[in-house]
DNA sequence: AGCCTCCACGTAAACGTTTACATAGCTTTA
DNA sequence: TAAAGCTATGTAAACGTTTACGTGGAGGCT
């Protein structure tokens, strides 16, 4: 079943007469080949099943063609889906240009995270699209000789490409519709402000309150550990303090409050308000459908895999920036 | 910031006043090295800021430490997160040994699939695990010479190592509980029949069947594409056949089943039961909660990890078939 | 003292490509 | 017809490691 030897770019040379040359142009197409010539070459790696090496090629040519994104992708209980969306669309770029993805996870921890930049070591890859989990580290002594693009979010004093969502525009938008609704007491329901986006999400909130002339009650904001039971208990405290509505940036903190609100029968939107953050499926079939903020998850990953492309084309082109807009989806829930 | 230069062995080994066998040996653990003699490698990488060419090792040491996953992996509308658990499970073992992921996309598309295979190359991955999208293609024409672990299906006439999901005996066992309950007119709602899993779940929902005495209607039985539309739509058809329960083989047709019979408030499982599959943390919030089964998603990545590592260990040892089993999740909707 | 062993390390080939440089034969030009 | 240019291909170095083999010297043994 298996070829027991390892036919190289010599055996097909020489099975057709040429050089590894001529071969190697074949292949590539990168030098003129006569018909005739090629013709053979093409034979020769019929007959002798060949494959070629990429590893060698990578070595000589200095470019494995491959981009690693490293995110907090994997699944886990404290996971949302986010980030495969966004792997996706890098994905689907990177795909129409013969480049391979390499997913690393991060588990959204700054020590995994360190590690898996070292294990990526430095040939190996061709560019790197990482979502940091810290904004305080300092990534570039960890980094290799490749492009950085920076997704979601980014670390204090970077001078690298990033493709981020516009989160405080949208959060302001969500919290300021919800002000039209006539509500007074909403609720803050969030992940750590370890993060660029939570950070711009929390000021968006902020900032819609106090244009409408509202006072922030710090009772009504409640930062938590990103996971159901978390969204879940976050809810029960925070119902003490009588919100009309609610505003969760997690989509897992979000599964939480809607767990809880439902098991409590308590209706929505008419008892309680709530907008959650990101589009999943699961948003449409809970009573009512969900309100959210649909992040463009696959619009992201294709942005940063073109910024990357660029860049590796012309690593001196001018830093790119890019904001991304966030889409409020009104359903029944606000 | 960057190095200018590319720092090779080479040059620490010249710092250091070693060999380049020296430096290799000190990087690798791989022969006795004096510890004076280490200081002073160890000294001379640092000063230099070496980070080690994995490409020119995997070439000579023919071996990439890259093990590939090609699976319908990435999200979009009609997929459902299955193998992204799968996936968290590989990389758990996989990271443990050094070993390197790379997720490969079929889109659970015969073309895409074969496509990514030839992409693979040869001396690229160290091995290859896949949920293969067809059960007829000839796959063993596409692989290199790299051990294969199937994964959640086997193609016909393989002899290769596999792990899967014991899906025939989990789905008697749901039917048979939804038989036990009283129900007699249990429908079935599945993807194509293309892949084993879904034949195996078919089987068990029959052998159930026949097992209480009762007779399988083809009226009750609907195929279907997998999206949420699709499952939304085939529920509404298939209501008018008056089933008291349904059985819905895939998750994201689950949702389209949740989405329909809550549209219509329809009351579960007062006018009908349901069970799914596949545990996701968004079964937990509809009301009410489903009942579903629970496949070992992680503990299949994990055991077919295992499983790989081994046969790259040990080309000849006999091969490896595994069946975990799957677990009946009972909540409120059954 | 001669020989052997062991210790700690060095030398250089090899992995399979890509690619700068070279070249043989033919055609064109003056 | 000699020089020049073009066409199609060949030669061999280089990419950065790993590793089989070799070696100088220190110490032990007889």
Same mark, same amino acid.
């Given at each position: 079943?298996?070829?027991?030897?390892? =036919?190289? =770019?010599?055996?097909?040379?020489?099975?057709?007469?040429?050089?590894?040359?001529?071969?190697?142009?074949?292949?590539?197409?990168?030098?003129?080949?006569?018909?005739?010539?090629? #013709?053979?070459?093409?034979?020769?790696?019929?007959?002798?099943?060949?494959?070629?090496?990429?590893?060698?090629?990578?070595?000589?040519? #200095?470019?494995?063609?491959?981009?690693?994104?490293?995110?907090? =992708?994997?699944?886990?209980?404290?996971?949302?889906?986010?980030?495969?969306?966004?792997?996706?669309?890098?994905?689907?770029?990177?795909?129409?240009?013969?480049?391979?993805?390499?997913?690393?996870?991060?588990?959204?921890?700054?020590?995994?995270?360190?590690?898996?930049?070292?294990?990526?070591?430095?040939?190996?890859?061709?560019?790197?699209?990482?979502?940091?989990?810290?904004? $305080?580290?300092?990534?570039?002594?960890?980094?290799?000789?490749?492009?950085?693009?920076?997704?979601?979010?980014?670390?204090?004093?970077?001078?690298?490409?990033?493709?981020?969502?516009?989160?405080?525009?949208?959060?302001?938008?969500?919290?300021?519709?919800?002000?039209?609704?006539?509500?007074?007491?909403?609720?803050?329901?969030?992940?750590?402000?370890?993060?660029?986006?939570?950070?711009?999400?929390?000021?968006?909130?902020?900032?819609?309150?106090?244009?409408?002339?509202?006072?922030?009650?710090?009772?009504? =904001?409640?930062?938590? $550990?990103?996971?159901?039971?978390?969204?879940?208990?976050?809810?029960?405290?925070?119902?003490?303090?009588?919100?009309?509505?609610?505003?969760?940036?997690?989509?897992?903190?979000?599964?939480?409050?809607?767990?809880?609100?439902?098991?409590?029968?308590?209706?929505?939107?008419?008892?309680?308000?709530?907008?959650?953050?990101?589009?999943?499926?699961?948003?449409?079939?809970?009573?009512?459908?969900?309100?959210?903020?649909?992040?463009?998850?696959?619009?992201?990953?294709?942005?940063?895999?073109?910024?990357?492309?660029?860049?590796?084309?012309?690593?001196?082109?001018?830093?790119?920036?890019?904001?991304?807009?966030?889409?409020?989806?009104?359903?029944?829930?606000?």
């Amino acid at each position: 079943m298996n070829d027991s030897k390892n =036919i190289s =770019i010599k055996d097909v040379a020489k099975h057709a007469n040429v050089s590894t040359a001529t071969v190697s142009h074949v292949i590539n197409g990168t030098r003129f080949v006569s018909e005739e010539t090629k #013709r053979k070459v093409h034979q020769a790696m019929d007959d002798l099943n060949y494959r070629i090496n990429s590893v060698a090629r990578s070595l000589r040519s #200095r470019k494995s063609h491959v981009i690693a994104f490293l995110a907090p =992708i994997l699944a886990s209980e404290t996971s949302n889906y986010f980030f495969m969306s966004v792997a996706a669309g890098i994905q689907s770029v990177l795909k129409q240009h013969q480049y391979h993805l390499v997913l690393s996870d991060s588990h959204e921890e700054e020590q995994f995270e360190s590690n898996e930049i070292r294990m990526l070591g430095s040939q190996m890859i061709d560019g790197l699209i990482m979502a940091p989990a810290s904004r $305080e580290l300092d990534y570039e002594r960890l980094f290799g000789d490749y492009p950085v693009v920076y997704l979601d979010r980014v670390p204090n004093n970077s001078y690298r490409d990033f493709v981020v969502v516009d989160n405080k525009t949208v959060s302001k938008e969500a919290v300021q519709m919800l002000i039209g609704n006539g509500h007074k007491r909403i609720a803050y329901i969030s992940g750590p402000h370890t993060l660029t986006t939570t950070e711009e999400r929390h000021a968006g909130y902020l900032e819609a309150l106090s244009e409408a002339g509202l006072a922030a009650d710090s009772e009504l =904001i409640s930062i938590g $550990e990103v996971s159901l039971n978390s969204g879940y208990k976050i809810t029960e405290s925070l119902l003490k303090q009588q919100p009309t509505a609610i505003f969760v940036t997690d989509n897992v903190m979000a599964m939480g409050v809607m767990f809880y609100l439902q098991e409590k029968k308590i209706s929505v939107p008419e008892q309680i308000a709530v907008i959650a953050y990101d589009e999943f499926q699961w948003t449409r079939i809970t009573s009512p459908p969900l309100t959210v903020i649909e992040q463009p998850a696959f619009e992201l990953g294709v942005k940063a895999a073109e910024v990357m492309l660029e860049r590796i084309d012309d690593p001196e082109a001018p830093m790119q920036e890019h904001r991304l807009t966030a889409n409020l989806i009104v359903r029944h829930s606000s």
